[in-house]
Structure formats: C-alpha cells, structure tokens
C-alpha cells in the first residue's frame, strides 16, 4: 500500500536527479522497489550517515547499496545535516570489496570443539572509488553457546579486523585489511 504524502524523517532515493527516475534497487532484496511503508530498500532515515557523491542544483548524491543514489535536498529547506567523521574506501588496486553481515573470526581461531563458522559475504560490493562510514573497528568474534549451561559456552576473537558500516538501511562489516580510512569533514 502506497504511503500517503506526510510529515517525515526519512527520504526517498532515485536512481538519477528527477522525482521521475526509478527508485533505487536493493540487489539483495531481489524485488522491484516501491514507496510502500514497509519497503526500506529506496529510502533512507534521519540518524544515518552517508558519504556525499555528487550534488547536482537541490539534489544531493550518496553512496548506497554501492551505487550513487539522489535525494531532494533544497538549498532553503535542506534535508540533509553535513557531519564529520571516518570513512572507507576499497584499497588502491581492488576493483571491490565485499560486504559481510557478520564479523565472523577466521577459521584458525576456533578451538578444537567449537565449529567454525563460514565468513561469507551478502550479495553487497562497495566498488573502487565509492566512500561509506564507519562506525567501529572490531575484531571477528563468535559466541558458541548450543546448552544452557554457561561452563560451555566460548566465545572466540579473531585476528582478523573489521569496520562497522552504514550500508544501506543496514549495518555491515568490511575486512579492515581490504580497506583505507580517511577522515571526512563537513
């Protein structure tokens, strides 16, 4: 069901600088978008941060879901709060990075007993060149608890590090190793 036009703190996104273009498409939801209320793909919150692509007369640009992604952002009723903080960006030399669900640790610091648990990627890349920001640096960790005895229960820390990401409408997670940091200022 269409949401009827009210008072909101969210945005709709398109694919282009027109209220006419597509709404942007959500890869992993694999369903065309729609303006409906409980469609999150092609629409983004107040509280979320993103990092600035373009800007084009009163449309502004993010990058989101690992394309450029356009809001009506007027010079005399902005829609948007500049802000400063820490981003990502795929290494010099890698045409992507993969974005992850979970900080999973790596297989070789799961001790013997606790299965490992597979680190696999979401459908999501953030391509050379695109920006997001970070949240934390975490290491991979994993709570093993399959009884509810607590003298079972482990929980494994990895090596391997990670950044918490805005991506989307979601929080993600990319190898540190696989990625630059930079600072952005408003």
Known sequence: VPCPAHGSGEVRLY??????????????????????????????STGQQYVVADR?????AIWYLGQKAWFLNPHREATAVPASGVTITPKAGLASVP???????????????????????????????????????????????VTFTEDSHRVITGKDLYYEIQYG??????RAADVDLAAARR
Do not use: M
């Open 15 to 44: 694919s282009d600088h027109d209220v006419n273009a597509p709404l942007i498409k959500d890869i992993g939801l694999g369903t065309a978008p729609t303006d409906g209320v409980n469609d999150l793909s092609s629409r983004v």
């Open 56 to 60: 084009w007369g009163d449309w502004t």
């Open 169 to 174: 409408h979601r929080v993600g997670f990319v």
């Open 99 to 145: 974005v992850y669900g979970r900080a999973y640790p790596e297989k070789e610091a799961y001790p013997a007993g606790v299965p490992a648990q597979s680190v696999v990627p979401l459908p999501y890349t953030i391509p050379a060149g695109q920006k997001y920001v970070v949240g934390d640096r975490v290491p991979g960790e994993y709570y093993y608890a």
